[in-house]
């Protein structure tokens, strides 16, 4: 239900900004964010009348079977995300897909050759909008265990655009490489970080240091190679394998 209504939304949002295109069309749709945190917050019917805005979410479960553990929830969220990767991975194999490839590479060849454009970009805007939607029950009822406007914030959907950026457009895989880099990483900083230098600097310098670290990384890594992760892990396969040719 998350994700229809997402979708629902996604859809609304998307048709005035049908006759945008690449950044612009990105910045175009964060008009959203602020739309939709100023009614969560203007009506307290979202939140159950809750002074704070903040709910607990009820307990997880399926079929009776508790998942209130973090191991349960985290392999509940890991089915789901198979899933959904799975759904997106057919549909880029579809007739479908072909056409959201033909729009976002060129839009007016793809119109000249009779892909519907509008459709194809209303449909974009619908599965983008679902797939995140799925993604933020599974943020509220897996891991922050509450729902609340500010866990959902601004810098929320610049981290998940980052990590498009970051991972490689286009690329099912760049989404996982992104996240792995802009979520992850910053964990194994801050362990590496604590084991080595906490005896040295306080708590404060080490995450600012955290910080400054993986900014260096992500520069070189746009650097190195704009389209990002994926792309980069390929021309490095590709390199190896002609090495390894006899």
Not at 170 to 198: D, K, M, N, T, W
């Amino acid at each position: 239900m998350a994700g229809v209504i997402a979708a629902a939304v996604g859809l609304v949002f998307g048709l005035p900004s049908l006759r945008l295109r690449g950044f612009y069309l990105a910045v175009s749709t964060l008009a959203a964010q602020f739309f939709v945190q100023w009614v969560f917050n203007k009506f307290g019917w979202f939140s159950n009348g809750s002074a704070s805005g903040v709910i607990t979410v009820p307990p997880l479960k399926i079929a009776g079977v508790a998942l209130d553990g973090s191991v349960g929830r985290y392999l509940f969220s890991l089915s789901v995300v198979t899933l959904v990767t799975l759904l997106v991975w057919r549909i880029t194999r579809s007739a479908t897909g072909r056409s959201l490839i033909a729009v976002r590479d060129h839009e007016t060849a793809a119109r000249v050759i009779g892909v519907p454009v509008l459709r194809v970009k209303l449909f974009a805007f619908g599965l983008s909008s679902f797939v995140i939607g799925v993604a933020g029950v599974l943020w509220a009822f897996a891991y922050l265990r509450t729902i609340e406007p500010a866990g959902f914030n601004l810098d929320r959907s610049f981290q998940i655009l980052f990590i498009v950026i970051i991972g490689g457009l286009a690329s099912i895989r760049g989404a996982f490489l992104g996240a792995g880099l802009i979520v992850v990483f910053p964990l194994v900083l801050a362990r590496l970080g604590e084991a080595l230098l906490g005896g040295l600097f306080d708590s404060g310098v080490l995450e600012m240091s955290q910080r400054i670290v993986l900014g260096l990384l992500i520069i070189g890594f746009l650097i190195a190679e704009p389209a990002g992760l994926s792309a980069l892990l390929d021309r490095g396969w590709r390199r190896l394998s002609a090495r390894a040719r006899p």
